[in-house]
């Protein structure tokens, strides 16, 4: 269901039915790099991770290099990769008609185009719900089609969630800044130096533990930012605790099922 408001922001809701380039190629990139934007509220009760628009000046002409377009390219067929086999993943069997199409709705993506919610959270919100999908199948599926617990009229996309997540742990591990910046984000810094994927497995753990804050709270639409928050808190707690010295020591870290 979409929503225009009175200043013409668009409010969403979901109602429930029943590689990287080659060496001398002249591009190099990170995950670092491609996470950018800031959260805009779309109503008050889900917050999108959406990049901010900026004014384009239309005096302003870039002219790539042969090797820029290169690196485009290759960004753009890494994404379009990336969302193939994220539907294949989620839904096998089904086909995709088109990374365009209407089908993505069913994901809890706003439109049917799913970059334009992504985009926000960078490149790493879609790679984080692919590795999610891949690693813990099971789990994965259980948010996806809501399975679990006695579930709102009004539910939160599933998708978009999943980019508020990536976005909130960004903040949590001052990711932006460089270096750690708390104690929460100097913990996180020891678990990656032990774990290359801490970051994905922590992103399906609080996708888990959000799901049962939102059962816990009997939570609908509107309050998924305070969710949001109560998670956020649940996490820090189990971060902080002297017997987590590796992910596989938290609480939570049982919620996942393969």
Wanted: charged content about 25%.
């Amino acid at each position: 269901m979409r929503v225009v408001d009175g200043k013409g922001g668009l409010l969403v809701a979901v109602r429930r039915l029943s590689q990287w380039p080659a060496r001398g190629s002249g591009c190099h990139s990170s995950h670092a790099e491609v996470v950018t934007g800031s959260t805009a509220w779309l109503g008050r009760g889900l917050a999108c991770v959406c990049a901010q628009r900026r004014e384009i000046d239309g005096r302003l002409l870039l002219n790539l290099t042969p090797s820029q377009e290169e690196c485009l390219r290759r960004l753009q067929s890494r994404i379009v990769e990336a969302l193939w086999a994220l539907w294949y993943y989620a839904y096998p069997g089904v086909e995709l008609h088109g990374l365009i199409s209407n089908q993505w709705k069913e994901m809890g993506w706003q439109g049917k185009d799913p970059s334009t919610d992504f985009r926000g959270g960078g490149f790493i919100s879609l790679e984080n719900l692919l590795f999610f999908a891949k690693t813990y199948p099971k789990s994965f599926h259980a948010l996806l089609r809501k399975q679990e617990g006695v579930r709102a009229m009004w539910e939160y996309p599933f998708s978009v969630a999943g980019v508020n997540i990536t976005f909130m742990l960004i903040q949590m591990f001052d990711l932006q800044a460089g270096r750690p910046r708390s104690m929460v984000g100097a913990i996180f810094l020891k678990l990656l130096l032990e774990n290359e994927r801490a970051f994905d497995m922590l992103y399906c753990i609080t996708f888990k533990m959000m799901d049962q804050q939102w059962l816990a709270m009997h939570a609908s639409y509107m309050d998924f930012n305070l969710v949001m928050k109560s998670t956020r808190r649940q996490l820090e707690r189990e971060l902080l605790l002297e017997d987590t010295q590796r992910i596989e020591d938290m609480p939570s870290y049982r919620l996942l099922k393969r």
